[in-house]
């Protein structure tokens, strides 16, 4: 086994593995068309509200028999069944959101520092009531038999527009008022430099009987749209990204399921200290309940004309309000990118952790996390030194190549005198033929004889394979690199070389390692597939993203001038060694 074969096997693995996921977003499982919701189970003696068979509207926890339960069929949405109502609009220097009266749910959020593309004035959309593009932030309360404005009411506000101006904090308030004397105010907090928007629900009972219910609040979404088509939807890099529900909980930490299993799948759990997502290539949304309350989480879809859409729920212990009282119930939703700005030059935890415990989880690297974030943590490292993040990706290579650089040089030196012993192996090959039980035995005496390890070329690498593709999912989920400039002509990393100038760079490293690489051994066909690799990756890479490529071809350049060095080194001592023994 040699160098070559290993290659060809690592690409052949690289290969498979973005078939298999191009493979499950085509024709793996999809949602039903029929309305599923967690909840089927309610939990003895439990403060926690129990979720409906079907809506988007939940019910409360307990329902006296003489008053009615609400419909189990899902209320459509109010921009349905009436005119729409102008939304409150509110900005910030990071955010501006736009917040609907009917049920005070927040429709829009743009976020300021993120052009959907370069020199655009566009901005990145995470909230969005467009139907294909459907996602929302809703909240409420219901209550069993009694008024409770849930995320269908209509609130009043004082304004229609609020800027965050000179000061820090910014309250947006809105009020709901019920004949029997309860009111609601609902108030969204925002705050300069932040992408957490507080939110509170304040319930005054003014009428004459105890009123008692549930708050909750939720994401609802369709799944997000990604480009697919032909090559350049292939190898875009948002279709392999998480795209669907995630939570968090202390005991069992980060979870994540697919739109397509929700319905197979439904989330229903008692969470301390836990949050509910919805997470999506670079961005996400987040509830975070109070972190020593205990909701209860749950999953749903629910049909609409436009589509299935995907629901995921956080439910407060019952609220009990005396005549007379009021009673707070209060959240926090965070709206923006999977940004980890770490607190400090030498740790590790993210102002994302800060905000909820386990938030930064929602930058996920999948089953190379442990090795991704120390990685992530040195790119970041190496951006505070250079400013560019290109040069940082360069930094990070460099690194790496100096941490393995023994295991390298153990490759190379195997793979260099492979090379030397090419004539030999290749007589041994035409003395045996097509006896391949006789070849293979007096390979391995040769092998003996010579002390060589063919495997020496092939461990160092397999050491390195995890790394490779820990890196790999660092550049593709760090929010941090999404359009940003090189040198040059590279003026997004996260775009594809606009002149192609890596790729053929990268083809030009591959076909000159290839020429000092020994090929004995290799069957024909390999042979041949090994002559073509360096063409499919320059077309491959001619679309992946300017910072994969940039890694890649660097790491490819490192690794050819080491095995040039270790290679020439090896053949300058064997000639001295020669000329020594003629003497």
Request: aromatic share 10%; net charge neutral.
């Amino acid at each position: 086994m040699n160098n070559p074969r290993m290659f060809l096997l690592v690409a052949l693995l690289a290969l498979g593995y973005l078939i298999w996921s191009q493979w499950q977003l085509d024709y793996g499982p999809k949602a039903p068309a029929t309305t599923e919701l967690a909840g089927s189970t309610t939990p003895a003696a439990s403060t926690v509200p129990d979720v409906p068979a079907s809506a988007d509207t939940p019910v409360p926890s307990a329902v006296p028999s003489a008053v009615p339960a609400p419909a189990t069929e899902p209320l459509p949405p109010a921009a349905e069944t009436a005119a729409t109502i102008p939304p409150i609009v509110v900005t910030t220097d990071l955010l501006r959101v736009e917040i609907d009266p009917r049920g005070g749910s927040v429709i829009a959020a743009d976020l300021l520092e993120y052009p959907l593309q370069p020199k655009q004035s566009e901005r990145v959309r995470l909230f969005d009531t467009d139907p294909a593009r459907f996602h929302v932030a809703q909240s409420g309360l219901v209550s069993s038999g009694q008024p409770a404005p849930d995320h269908n009411a209509v609130f009043s506000a004082e304004k229609s527009e609020y800027v965050l101006g000179d000061d820090a904090r910014l309250e947006v308030p809105l009020s709901w008022t019920d004949a029997s004397g309860v009111s609601v105010r609902k108030v969204y907090v925002f705050e300069r430099g932040s992408y957490v928007i507080e939110q509170r629900q304040e319930i005054s009972n003014n009428g004459a009987v105890a009123w008692t219910g549930n708050a909750y609040r939720q994401l609802q979404r369709v799944p997000q749209l990604v480009d697919r088509s032909g090559i350049k939807g292939y190898t875009n890099v948002e279709g392999y990204s998480f795209n669907g529900a995630a939570w968090y909980s202390p005991e069992e930490k980060f979870e994540k399921r697919a739109f397509d299993k929700l319905a197979k799948e439904p989330l229903d759990s008692e969470i301390t200290g836990g949050w509910v997502a919805m997470l999506q290539h670079y961005f996400f949304a987040a509830w975070i309940p109070p972190p020593g309350e205990t909701h209860r989480f749950t999953t749903a879809t629910s049909p609409h004309a436009s589509g299935m859409r995907y629901i995921v729920r956080t439910m407060s212990p019952s609220i009990a309000v005396a005549p007379g009282s009021t009673a707070t119930t209060s959240a926090k939703l965070y709206v923006g990118p999977k940004k980890q700005d770490y607190r400090s030059f030498f740790s590790f935890t993210s102002e994302l952790d800060e905000i909820a415990p386990g938030l930064s989880l929602t930058v996920d690297y999948g089953m190379f996390t442990a090795i991704s974030e120390p990685l992530h943590w040195l790119l970041d490292k190496f951006h505070k030194l250079t400013g560019n993040w290109g040069f940082a990706i360069i930094l990070l290579v460099l690194f790496i190549k100096a941490l393995f650089f023994k295991l390298s040089e153990a490759q190379y030196r195997s793979m260099a005198k492979m090379r030397k012993l090419q004539p030999r192996m290749a007589a041994l090959k035409e003395r045996y033929g097509d006896d391949k039980q006789k070849l293979n035995q007096a390979m391995l005496e040769f092998y003996q004889k010579e002390k060589i390890n063919p495997l020496g070329g092939c461990l160092p690498m397999l050491v390195q394979i995890p790394v490779f593709f820990a890196l790999y999912w660092v550049l593709l989920e760090s929010v941090e690199l999404r359009q940003a400039p090189f040198i040059g002509w590279i003026q997004n990393l996260t775009a594809p070389d606009p002149y192609f100038v890596l790729p053929v760079l990268n083809a030009a490293a591959m076909l000159a390692t290839q020429h000092l690489t020994p090929m004995t051994g290799m069957d024909p066909m390999q042979a041949k597939i090994m002559k073509f690799m360096p063409v499919v990756f320059s077309v491959l890479f001619a679309f992946f993203p300017a910072g994969l490529v940039l890694y890649w071809t660097v790491n490819g350049v490192l690794g050819l001038a080491q095995q040039l060095v270790i290679t020439r080194r090896i053949e300058r001592g064997e000639t001295a060694a020669a000329a020594a023994k003629a003497k």
